[in-house]
């Protein structure tokens, strides 16, 4: 626990006075820019500007085209001096980039789900919950302003990238009602789904096929392994959605308990995922290189050549299956 | 529109009203089983038997081993004469399956969500929704039947398989209610939506290793063709889950207008999917070779060798482009 802890947490309505005195408000979005903060981010403008306040998103990343349906109506005014900042989705400093790192101690409002935040901000509305759009939709509601199909299509695309379209565990009756709500309002979900998961862009497509074609099984079949090479990585992005959840593939195949997706990089080692069932630790695994995660899912980097650091999580795999 | 055009067509209200008075009843689902029907039948079943009627639900099919965790502690009455016979999700008697083909002109109710139903049955309570499921679940609300974590795991089985997880574009408002409602009476989705669409059986590993390592482009990438060999598919079973659904993964990929899925049969011909973008017609190429469907998704047999059929379809995919 870290000594910031709970500094300033208010509640949603202390957070919706706050914002309603404000004017001149500047949204952040963290790095490398998903869906949650982005919609969350837009959600937020889009209402605040119902108020007659003038508002600006910004990321340090800029905003990802495939996210252009969130934005593209959108026409940021004249540069201002912020009087209030709000960081959403953005559990610590490190995450508003380092285009924005001078505001790592000059955040006014943190709107956050991430119970690893680091109350940072002067003040951080957080909730345990799928998604941060879920605060951002709780928050509108508060501040009674009316919701139009953009801002129902913002919450609605945060909330379904954070919880893989209602499939992750994270995914609470709450996300269910509020999607409802938002589809209610004019939300157009079956664009918004076929973008962000049915339309694969071509280099995601290379990267999933490239699961597919290097996959190895080992210890009957317990075990797979995949070796994604470093110029697909260059070419797709190292955190770009091309790369996101792929390390998830090669553990969904039946009867595979340990899956290891072997990122390399330029330096002569590899990025490690690991990923494992109920009944083996893979952050156990992750620590004997030095890294370290949680149970189901962890990473480490380990140095050598592909065979060298395959060899060497296979001996780690067969000590936990011979136990 | 057929001569039986809503014959029999009767309201929620009467279909609890005539269930209510019966008992002896046998539920049937049907053949080639999904989430939907075996969901619906299930969380059917379970509710009267709370009524204390004798329930009995059986499929032609049997129930695929994937569905176990819907009826794993179904304990089937002893053999009765049916004195009502309910149909769900079964819009047609030849989906009965030949095993109860006997119950064609026998079924006193289908409950369905099909407009294509043919109104086969003495009674027919059909709604416009995403799945059955959803129909079963105003039916036990109308019969005031409370519902327990395993009906609840029934009915979010049939609503989350019959759309994709909430992606599909059939999914409504209410399809989230619902879903959000059995969240909170105990469906264990975390479960569910892992065996439902994150686990792959070797033999779905092996169709989609296929699907991307066969695949090929044509047209500047605005076609896509996938070829399926008779030994994949004879291993994976024709209408099995392993292969349902892997037609829509060819179109995915950005660029692509138009996909093709060859399936091979073993009298020297393809079975061939089509899928398109909403600016070309699949119905249209799957009728020259006089086949039929959808706008979006239709299909054909085509005879010849893989060369043969693959080239006569380019061929057809060539015209479209060309206009």
């Known amino acids: 626990m870290n000594s910031n802890f709970e500094k300033g947490r208010i509640s949603l309505k202390t957070a919706a006075d706050l914002i309603r005195r404000k004017d001149n408000i500047l949204i952040l979005s963290h790095r490398n820019p998903d869906g949650d903060t982005l919609g969350s981010a837009f959600a937020l403008c889009y209402s605040l500007l119902k108020l007659g306040k003038k508002v600006r998103v910004d990321c340090s990343d800029g905003f990802p085209e495939r996210y252009g349906f969130l934005y593209e109506g959108y026409k940021p005014p004249a540069p201002f001096e912020p009087e209030f900042v709000i960081a959403v989705d953005t559990a610590d400093t490190v995450l508003l980039g380092q285009k924005f790192a001078v505001f790592a101690d000059k955040t006014d409002l943190c709107i ?20 941060a759009a879920e605060i951002i939709y709780a928050l509108i509601q508060e501040l009674q302003i009316p919701i139009d199909a953009l801002t129902a299509a913002c919450v609605y695309t945060g909330i379904s990238t954070d919880t893989g379209c209602f499939k992750f565990s994270n995914t609470s009756p709450n996300s269910h009602v509020i999607a409802a709500e938002m589809m209610k309002l004019g939300a157009p979900v079956r664009i918004i789904n076929y973008l962000m998961f049915e339309k694969k862009s071509k280099g995601r497509f290379a990267v999933e096929r490239t699961v597919y074609s290097t996959v190895e ?24 959605y091309e790369i996101e959840g792929i390390a998830a ?15 390399e990089r330029s ?5 490690v995922s690991v990923r494992s069932s109920d009944d083996f630790d893979s952050s156990g695994i992750a620590k004997a290189f030095g890294g370290g995660g949680h149970f189901a899912a962890a990473g480490c980097t380990v140095a050598g050549n592909f065979e060298e650091v395959r060899s060497r999580l296979l001996a780690e795999t067969g000590k936990l299956f011979a136990k």
Chains 1, 2 share one sequence.
Request: proline share 3%.
């Open 217 to 240: 099984f080992f210890f009957d079949g317990r075990c797979s392994l995949v070796h994604i090479p470093l110029e697909l990585i260059a070419s797709a992005g190292t955190n770009s």
């Open 249 to 263: 593939v090669p553990r969904q195949i039946e009867g595979v308990e340990i899956a290891f997706t072997l990122f």
């Open 267 to 271: 330096d002569g080692s590899y990025r």
């Open 112 to 131: 956050d789900h991430h119970l690893s935040n680091t109350f940072y901000a002067e003040n951080t509305l957080l909730e345990d919950c799928a998604a």
